[in-house]
Structure formats: structure tokens, C-alpha cells
């Protein structure tokens, strides 16, 4: 490639330390116009390959041994080329010491063979966002639904390994579309989808109402039963709500905070060089119409990270992540459904700190959205009900029943186990019986 450059040249300030993952948006346009997309305010502007360059620069020279980069938009794949790009300089220039990983979020409408090639070649963690049957996809984009769906029948003929391994498809779910959830999550079990995520929209949602919990409680009762027996016939847990050994990514709760946000170990760069703690803060895209979150965005401004200062304010970050108040203080949180600090979910419930931001009208910084405070409360009791999967120890020893084609092995083991104890009982007897004496006439 002809403009890789050298690493850490004199066209960047010292590395801040401990910056993990990059959320990278390489343009602020896309080809969709999905009616809850947070991002408001679109344009035609993309990363140029000087900055993208700089940006993968950082991340090399930042201490930790592992980085991620995570391509965003707008839609990424409208930069694919950039993608290219990144991926060449970073496997020329990185050092032996340092691992980078790639992922990518995509609308999936621009993926082509050579392109998903390209991205199960590099290992890139890719997340398909796909709302699932043509009712609730129609939201995301008219007539979407038939070119995704032919991909999910392409792909575990043409790259079963990414496939399965690397693609984790994401519904985003909204008041309007929750009455298709079960039926999604349905069709998602039936392509041999191995990785389904759910999140609510974290934006305001105009039809929600208190009372809709009832639908949601509902619609995943019949998510469950279809989850418990695809589970019980594959032992496979498809949909990570109910997944007890999957790791928690940045948007988990971590060290009392919210989410990894306010940790400025993750950088989302903006098109122009611009840092946010976060893409849902990045400012190209969207105009943000409550006060309270667009003073609180300017107030968590990193500035460009090729500025002299950047180490120096990515220092005080955390400090002033901590004084918009959003990020911090589970425990005081509150939606309509009550105190988080009454809540029994309070250490697993997983909420943007964002969307209380997006609550029209509200400056509170604890009052969080009652659409994403029912997905916690309805999701994590039934993934508290969901059978715990079994660890490789646990198939070893039958702590933890196993199903599916593990249940057969784990069966097998606890039959050698029995068959071992009935044959040591056998030789403990014998050894414990007298001896027959000889008899007289010997
Ligand atoms: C903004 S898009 C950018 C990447 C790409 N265009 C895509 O759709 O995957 C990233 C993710 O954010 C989700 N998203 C968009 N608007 C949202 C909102 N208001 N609340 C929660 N997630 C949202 C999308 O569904 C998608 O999964
Ligand atoms: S969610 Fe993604 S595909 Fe949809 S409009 Fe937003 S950026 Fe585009
Ligand atoms: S589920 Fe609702 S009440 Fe419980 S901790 Fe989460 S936001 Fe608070």
C-alpha cells in the first residue's frame, strides 16, 4: 500500500496511556434512514485516510498488549476501501507485542462475497444489525429484509466459520416492533443464527407506555420457551440475554459506573478527528435537541486527539465524565417502575447513560427511561429462569446438566464414573472378605 506510513512519527502528540478499543466512524452518511436511528442528522462526510491513519497510530502506541478497532458510521461499509486500508497499515506497522483486533457494525445491505471474505480473512467481529421478520425490518429499511435474509442463507454455505464464530446479529428493539420480538427471535433460531443480541432503542420512544411491560413479559415468555428447547435439542444459547458465561462488552456495567464510557479507555474519533467517550456522543451525525444532553456532551468534549493537550484533557476525562452525573450512582436511579436501589437487577441492568439524556425535557440525571428500565426487569428474570450452561468442568464432572450433543458425552462420563465406583466397591468387598481357609483334606 502506498501511503502506509511509519508508526509513531512527529505528526502525533505523546500516547495517552490505556486507551483499549477504537470506535472509529468513518463517515457520517449512510444508505438507510431507520426510523428510530439516534443518528438525526446525516451528511456526506467521511474519515479521511490521514486522520484513520493517525487514529490506528494511537491506538499501537497505547501501552495495553491488546487494542480492538471497531469500524462505525453512518454505515462503515460505505468506506470500505478505508477498511482495507486500516487493516493493511495496522499488519505492517504494529509491533510484535501488540495484538489488534477488528470488529465492525453494519446494516449488512452492502455486504458482498468479496467484502464478507475480506472480513472472515481478519477475524472481524461483525455485528449485523437486523430487527428480524419483514414487519419489524420494514422499520430499518423497505425491502432490507429480502437482501439479509438471502444473506443468512449464503453465509454458512459460503463461510461457515464466520458464520458461526464471528457474527453476532443485533435486533434493535422499539415499542412498535416489540410485538414481533418472539417471532424474530424465531426466525433467527431457525437460519442457525449462533449469536443474537437485543437492545432497546436508546433514544425516546414516542409509543411506549408503562403498562406495555405486560407485552414484554409476553413476548419473551415465548422467547424463552423457543430459547429453553432449541437449547434443550442443540446445546446452543443463541440469544446472549440468556447466556450465563458470555463476557460483558464496554456497554456492560463496569467499576460503578454505568457502562465503559466514562473510562476514556474506549475513543469513538469522529470523522474529523473529534473524541467522544462513546459513539452515541459523537456530534457529526445527530444535533441532540434536549439542553441537558447537549451541554452535557460539550462538557465531554475530548478534542482531536492529534491536539498537544489530548493526553492532558483524556486525563481529566474521567473526572468530568463523573460530574455530568449520568454515568455514576446506580443505586440512584429511578424510572416509573421504582428505586434502582430496591432493585434486585441494580448490579446486572444494563442502561446507556445516554438515553436518560433523551427523555424529552429532563435534566435529571438519574431519572432513566422507563422502555430500557422494563427490558432490564422483564429480560433479567427470565435469564435468571434460563438453565445455567455448563463450563467444560462442569460437563467433566456433572456438576452442571449438559444438553444437546454434550448431554451424550456428559452421560457417557458419568457412566464410566458409576461403571469405576461399582468396580472399586467390588475389589474393596473382596479385599474385606475373609479368605476361604483350606479345607481338611489339603
Ligand atoms: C448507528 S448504527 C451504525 C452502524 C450501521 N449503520 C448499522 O446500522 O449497523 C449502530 C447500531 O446502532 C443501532 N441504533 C440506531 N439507532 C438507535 C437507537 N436510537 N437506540 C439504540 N440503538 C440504535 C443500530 O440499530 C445499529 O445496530
Ligand atoms: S441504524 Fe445504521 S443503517 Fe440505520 S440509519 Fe442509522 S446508521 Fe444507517
Ligand atoms: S431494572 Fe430498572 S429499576 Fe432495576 S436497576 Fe435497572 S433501571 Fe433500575
Redesign the pocket.
Known amino acids: 500500500m502506498s501511503d502506509v506510513r511509519p508508526l509513531a512519527g512527529p505528526h502525533l502528540p505523546p500516547a495517552p496511556r490505556e486507551i483499549e478499543t477504537l470506535e472509529v466512524i468513518l463517515t457520517a452518511g449512510?444508505n438507510?434512514r431507520?426510523a428510530?436511528?439516534?443518528?438525526d442528522d446525516k451528511k456526506q462526510r467521511r474519515m479521511s485516510w490521514d486522520t484513520l491513519c493517525s487514529a490506528l497510530d494511537l491506538l499501537m502506541r497505547s501501552p495495553p498488549r491488546h487494542g480492538t478497532v471497531l469500524f462505525?458510521?453512518?454505515?462503515?461499509l460505505l468506506e470500505f476501501d478505508l477498511i482495507r486500508q486500516a487493516v493493511e497499515h495496522v499488519r505492517q506497522t504494529r509491533s510484535r507485542r501488540k495484538r489488534v483486533d477488528f470488529s465492525i457494525?453494519?446494516?449488512?445491505t452492502l455486504l458482498r462475497d468479496d467484502t464478507i471474505a475480506f472480513l472472515a480473512r481478519h477475524r472481524f467481529e461483525t455485528?449485523?444489525?437486523f430487527?428480524g421478520v419483514p414487519a419489524a425490518q420494514d422499520v430499518?429499511g423497505p425491502r432490507t429484509f429480502e437482501t439479509l435474509d438471502a444473506l443468512l442463507d449464503r453465509l454458512p454455505r459460503t463461510h461457515p466459520a464466520f458464520f458461526r464464530d464471528r457474527l453476532t446479529v443485533?435486533i434493535?428493539l422499539t415499542a412498535a416492533t416489540l410485538q414481533h420480538l418472539a417471532d424474530s427471535v424465531a426466525y433467527f433460531l431457525g437460519k442457525g443464527v449462533e449469536s443474537l443480541a437485543v437492545?432497546?432503542?436508546?433514544?425516546h420512544d414516542p409509543y411506549w407506555r408503562t403498562e406495555n411491560i405486560a407485552l414484554l413479559e409476553e413476548q419473551f415468555a415465548r422467547a424463552f420457551d423457543l430459547s429453553l428447547r432449541h437449547y434443550k435439542r442443540t446445546g446452543r444459547v443463541p440469544f446472549l440475554g440468556f447466556r450465563k458465561d458470555a463476557s460483558p462488552d464496554v456497554h456492560a456495567p463496569r467499576g460503578g459506573t454505568m457502562c465503559g464510557a466514562p473510562s476514556g479507555r474506549a475513543l469513538a474519533i469522529d470523522v474529523d478527528g473529534a473524541v467522544h467517550g462513546c459513539?452515541v456522543f459523537v456530534e457529526s451525525y445527530q444535533r441532540f435537541t434536549n439542553p441537558f444532553l447537549r451541554a452535557g456532551v460539550e462538557s465531554i468534549r475530548l478534542g482531536d486527539f492529534r491536539a498537544p493537550d489530548f493526553a492532558d484533557r483524556l486525563a481529566r476525562y474521567p473526572a468530568a465524565a463523573r460530574a455530568l452525573r449520568i454515568f455514576h450512582d446506580k443505586p440512584s436511579k429511578h424510572s416509573s417502575y421504582g428505586e434502582c436501589q430496591r432493585c434486585r437487577f441494580v448490579e446486572q441492568c444494563s442502561i446507556?447513560p445516554a438515553?436518560i439524556g433523551?427523555i424529552p425535557g429532563n435534566s435529571d440525571p438519574h431519572r432513566v427511561p422507563d422502555f430500557a428500565c422494563a427490558y432490564n426487569l422483564v429480560s433479567l428474570a427470565y435469564r435468571e429462569r434460563f438453565p445455567a450452561q455448563p463450563t467444560p468442568l462442569d460437563i467433566l464432572t456433572g456438576r452442571v446438566r449438559a444438553y444437546g450433543p454434550m448431554r451424550a458425552v456428559q452421560d457417557g462420563l458419568a457412566a464410566g464414573r458409576r461403571r469405576e465406583r461399582g468396580a472399586r466397591a467390588l475389589r474393596a468387598a473382596r479385599a474385606a472378605s475373609p479368605r476361604p481357609r483350606p479345607g481338611p483334606g489339603r
Open positions: 449512510c438507510l431507520c428510530y436511528c439516534y443518528q462505525l458510521g453512518g454505515e462503515p457494525i453494519t446494516n449488512g455485528q449485523l444489525s430487527d430499518r443485533a434493535t437492545s432497546p432503542v436508546v433514544t459513539a446507556c438515553s433523551h
